[in-house]
């Protein structure tokens, strides 16, 4: 015959188990595995799973509002609507973000983009430098250039000379605060800057480039 229930723990039974291959809904009302206040799980005839409610919409449905989903330990009641991940959204190949600030290694952006770090630019194909690749230094930090950056220097900050450049290199230094109040500092790293083998106080807020001429020059400023 039809079962149209399964005691499991029965008092009047011997049993608290028995196997099971293959649990099949009788009809197209779906089967539902519920405690005794009717709240559980749902396979809904097509295949979808619903937790909390009934008559799930797509694969998987955790409803009604406010019922959490929690995936390794991370538990959201909401999502985002949309396709992509997190605030991101995909399309075809491109992410994008709508309506707010966006923060890389700060979670209190201040701007548009707001990044606490160091940022390098470059062609992602070939390597080649676009423009210039950027690195930018913040305040009372140390950085080792490299040819072809464009190095954008904060107050108190030193940033080291390449110790191996070769002829033809070229680094260009703007500043980011006001080195008028705050000064940095060029470290030459053993080189020659304009045939002197002295560091260079930036003491002016005035970008600059700097190319290596060789041992006898050293880097020139343009």
């Given at each position: 015959g039809?079962?149209?229930?399964?005691?499991?723990?029965?008092p009047?039974?011997?049993?608290?188990?028995f196997p099971?291959?293959?649990?099949r809904?009788?009809?197209?009302?779906g089967l539902?595995?519920?405690d005794d206040?009717?709240?559980?799980?749902?396979i809904?005839?097509?295949?979808?799973?619903?937790?909390?409610t009934?008559?799930p919409?797509?694969t998987?449905?955790?409803?009604p509002?406010g019922?959490?989903?929690c995936i390794?330990?991370?538990?959201?009641?909401s999502?985002?609507?949309?396709e992509?991940?997190?605030?991101?959204?995909?399309?075809?190949?491109n992410?994008?973000?709508?309506?707010?600030?966006?923060?890389?290694?700060?979670d209190?952006?201040?701007?548009t983009?707001?990044?606490v770090?160091?940022i390098?630019?470059?062609?992602?194909a070939?390597?080649?430098i676009?423009?210039?690749?950027?690195?930018?230094?913040?305040?009372?930090t140390?950085?080792?250039a490299?040819?072809?950056e464009?190095?954008?220097?904060?107050?108190?900050a030193?940033?080291?000379?390449?110790?191996?450049?070769?002829?033809?290199?070229?680094i260009?230094?703007s500043?980011s605060?006001?080195w008028?109040?705050n000064?940095?500092s060029?470290?030459?790293?053993?080189?020659k800057?304009?045939g002197?083998a002295e560091?260079m106080t930036?003491?002016?807020?005035?970008?600059?480039?700097?190319?290596?001429?060789?041992?006898?020059?050293?880097?020139?400023?343009?």
């Amino acid at each position: 015959g039809k079962w149209a229930a399964i005691a499991i723990n029965d008092p009047q039974n011997a049993f608290d188990s028995f196997p099971v291959n293959t649990l099949r809904a009788s009809g197209s009302g779906g089967l539902q595995l519920t405690d005794d206040s009717g709240n559980g799980m749902t396979i809904a005839d097509g295949g979808n799973v619903g937790f909390g409610t009934s008559t799930p919409a797509g694969t998987l449905d955790v409803g009604p509002v406010g019922n959490t989903l929690c995936i390794n330990g991370v538990c959201r009641t909401s999502w985002p609507t949309g396709e992509g991940i997190g605030a991101f959204y995909d399309s075809g190949t491109n992410a994008f973000y709508n309506g707010g600030d966006v923060g890389i290694g700060t979670d209190d952006p201040q701007t548009t983009l707001h990044v606490v770090g160091d940022i390098t630019f470059e062609d992602a194909a070939t390597g080649a430098i676009t423009g210039q690749k950027i690195a930018i230094v913040e305040d009372s930090t140390n950085y080792i250039a490299k040819a072809g950056e464009h190095v954008i220097v904060g107050v108190g900050a030193m940033v080291r000379l390449p110790v191996a450049p070769v002829q033809g290199d070229e680094i260009r230094i703007s500043p980011s605060g006001d080195w008028k109040t705050n000064s940095s500092s060029i470290l030459c790293n053993g080189k020659k800057i304009s045939g002197y083998a002295e560091d260079m106080t930036l003491d002016l807020n005035r970008a600059f480039k700097l190319i290596y001429t060789g041992t006898t020059i050293g880097w020139v400023i343009y």
